[in-house]
């Protein structure tokens, strides 16, 4: 993430210390807010010398100079990919809207929570699957929902039968995973080192 830096008021070669500092505590990508075309001019010939690309923005009678050493959307691409927690050959198959036998409000409460609980935990399945009732949790469980999706950024493989969508009316509800078949989903199963039921 881009570091903001004020400048503003600080004499030459001050602004130039402060960037040189920045650079030195592995900054790739900042910005360094000036009042005067001097420092800009100054900040511009150091970011040369430093192999850094530099770009001039100018508002409300300010400059931002903004350093850059690479990609950094490609720096955030690869620290989210750095920071995430393995899949493991494990996957859950959901064939009810709840969890348990019981009343109906708890046991979609459970489904829910149950989700939260492997979106943060230190590792996650390989896929979840998602069958008659159990299709009901990635298109009308709000809360549920924004677990899966969650999961889904991570890698996880969300599995939704498409027989039981059009049985239940649900096709165009769809909210998160992917529409799928009964072949492909014994195929994830077979493939799995454990399948848990729900």
């Not at 896929?127 to 999706?149: C, R, Y």
């Not at 009316?169 to 799928?180: A, D, M, R, T, Y």
């Amino acid at each position: 993430m881009s570091k903001n830096i004020d400048a503003r008021g600080k004499n030459c070669p001050m602004p130039v210390i402060m960037a040189k500092k920045e650079i030195e505590q592995g900054g790739k990508f900042f910005t360094v807010q000036v009042d005067n075309k001097i420092a800009v001019e100054n900040l511009r010939k150091f970011a040369n010398s430093q192999g850094y690309e530099v770009s001039i923005e100018q508002a409300n009678g300010d400059f931002n100079v903004k350093f850059s050493n690479g990609c950094e959307e490609c720096e955030e691409i690869l620290a989210k990919v750095e920071n995430r927690k393995p899949l493991e050959n494990w996957c859950v198959f959901v064939n009810k809207n709840t969890i348990g036998v019981g009343d109906e409000e708890l046991g979609q409460s459970l489904m829910k929570m149950f989700l939260y609980t492997i979106s943060e935990s230190s590792s996650y399945p390989k896929s979840i699957l998602f069958m008659n009732d159990g299709v009901k949790v990635p298109t009308l469980n709000k809360q549920a929902i924004e677990h899966l999706k969650k999961l889904e950024e991570i890698g996880v493989e969300l599995l939704v039968c498409g027989a039981c969508l059009n049985f239940y009316g649900l096709q165009e509800k769809l909210s998160v995973g992917k529409v799928s078949n009964m072949y492909e989903i014994v195929e994830v199963m077979k493939s799995a080192a454990k399948v848990i039921t729900l």
